[in-house]
Nanobody, 125 residues
Framework: QEQLVESGGGLVQTGDSLMLSCVTS????????MAWFRQAPGKGREFVAA????????AYSESVTGRFTIARDNAKNTVSLQMTGLKIEDTADYYC??????????????????WGQGTQVTVSS
């Protein structure tokens, strides 16, 4: 059974950069379209970024466009989320998600069938 394992969360200050990583445990990363979502306390799960299976198509939420970059290294079975210019409002649990529809760059949680356990990002002033 596929598992996604995120890493890289932590406590940073506004304006800092941070990189999150997600690794697949069973199938090659190229099997999946991948995405990052986040969930702040008391709020619903929010789309952040997505990539189809070969990075030929990516998508970003308006709130992170120009600051965050999703990148995948299929050879290493790793997808990353490079975050720069972090803001207090970026504070959330960040989740990696995967879907077998390899062309998928969906923006809602129901577009993805496999989820990681989440990694916490806290941005302080």
């Amino acid at each position: 059974q596929e598992q996604l394992v995120e890493s890289g969360g932590g406590l940073v200050q506004t304006g800092d950069s941070l990189m999150l990583s997600c690794v697949t445990s069973d199938q090659p990363l190229s099997t999946y379209a991948m995405a990052w979502f986040r969930q702040a306390p008391g709020k619903g799960r929010e789309f952040v970024a997505a990539s189809n299976w070969n990075s030929g198509r990516t998508a970003y939420s308006e709130s992170v466009t120009g600051r965050f970059t999703i990148a995948r290294d299929n050879a290493k079975n790793t997808v990353s989320l490079q975050m720069t210019g972090l803001k207090i409002e970026d504070t959330a649990d960040y989740y990696c998600a995967a879907d077998l529809r390899r062309l998928n760059t969906g923006r809602v949680p129901s577009d993805y069938s496999i989820w990681g356990q989440g990694t916490q990002v806290t941005v302080s002033s």
